[in-house]
Structure formats: structure tokens, C-alpha cells
């Protein structure tokens, strides 16, 4: 007998994960995103990580056709966005300050409100149930002197800066 859903999603709840929002150019160059926390690195020798995309998600036709995508890393000041990027809203990106990327076919890099961002290719598509898994090198990146935004069982709370040592 396999888990249910609803158990699996509480499991997995359970535990703090960072917040990304991964961002593309759709074919007629508009920006496309949604909210994320299956993101991992799978190899540092050769920088790649992987990201989770669900089948009904609106971005995928935009990672597909571009093949390129940045992933942001919140900080805690992109509470807002990732609500706004979970949604199915038509315009995500009102009101944000965004760069194109020069390593990922101009993707928007949300310069104002992430903690980091990587600058991805993507090398392999894995068709995983209800998600597609986007394995992808990375190609370029940077990160920002931020408090990063977590989630955990529902809400969003930050690191406390006294919890880091050097």
C-alpha cells in the first residue's frame, strides 16, 4: 500500500526549504515564472542542479521551448512574490525590478529580492509522475548579502542572522 498524498505533502511539509522562483522567456519574449522548492544541486565538479516543474504549470512551455531558466533564491523580502508566483495570476512580474540573464537566454534575474541566483542550460527532461525533473548545468550566477526566505509547514519565516558562524 502506498502513502497518500496528503501524508506525503506533510512529511515533506515538515521540515524548513528555501523559496525560489525560476523564471524564462516564453517564445514571444514575456517572462515567465512560478514558485519553487524542489530545487537541488546535483554536482559541484560540473555546477548543475535540479529543478521540480509540475505538468499543469504555465512556465514549463517556456523552460521547454527556451531550454534556459534562472533560479532565484528568495530573501526574506520576497515573501510577497512567491505568493504572487504561486498563483496563476497573468502578470507575476507587475511592480518587480528584474535583469535578463546573459547565461540563460535573458530569463529575469529578480535582482531586488533574491538572496542568489543561478544562471541554468538545460541539460536532461525526467518525466516523474506529476512533475517533470529539469536537470540543468549552470552557467553563470551570484548571491547577495540577504537574509534568505524559508517555508516550513505552511509559513514563511527567515534564518536568524545569529544563527550563522563562521
Not at 515533506?12 to 525560489?20: H, K, L, M, W
Not at 514558485?35 to 517556456?62: D, E, H, I
Not at 506529476?130 to 540577504?146: C, E, F, K, N, P
Amino acid at each position: 500500500m502506498s502513502l497518500d498524498s496528503e501524508r506525503f505533502r506533510k512529511i515533506f511539509g515538515s521540515f524548513p526549504t528555501a523559496v525560489a522562483i525560476v523564471t524564462a522567456l516564453d517564445e514571444q519574449g514575456r517572462p515567465r515564472g512560478f514558485t519553487c522548492n524542489a530545487v537541488c544541486s546535483v554536482s559541484a565538479a560540473t555546477p548543475r542542479l535540479l529543478v521540480g516543474v509540475g505538468k499543469s504549470s504555465q512556465t514549463f512551455p517556456a523552460l521547454a521551448s527556451s531550454g534556459a531558466f534562472v533560479v532565484n533564491f528568495l530573501a526574506e523580502s520576497g515573501e510577497q512574490a512567491s505568493r504572487t508566483f504561486a498563483d496563476k495570476g497573468p502578470d507575476k512580474f507587475a511592480g518587480l525590478v528584474w535583469e535578463p540573464s546573459a547565461h540563460a537566454g535573458g530569463a529575469p534575474i529578480l535582482t531586488d529580492i533574491a538572496l542568489a541566483y543561478a544562471e541554468c542550460r538545460t541539460v536532461q527532461t525526467v518525466d516523474a509522475g506529476d512533475h517533470w525533473l529539469l536537470i540543468a548545468d549552470v552557467h553563470g550566477g551570484d548571491t547577495y548579502s540577504r537574509e534568505p526566505l524559508l517555508y516550513c509547514r505552511g509559513a514563511y519565516s527567515t534564518w536568524p542572522a545569529t544563527a550563522v558562524s563562521r
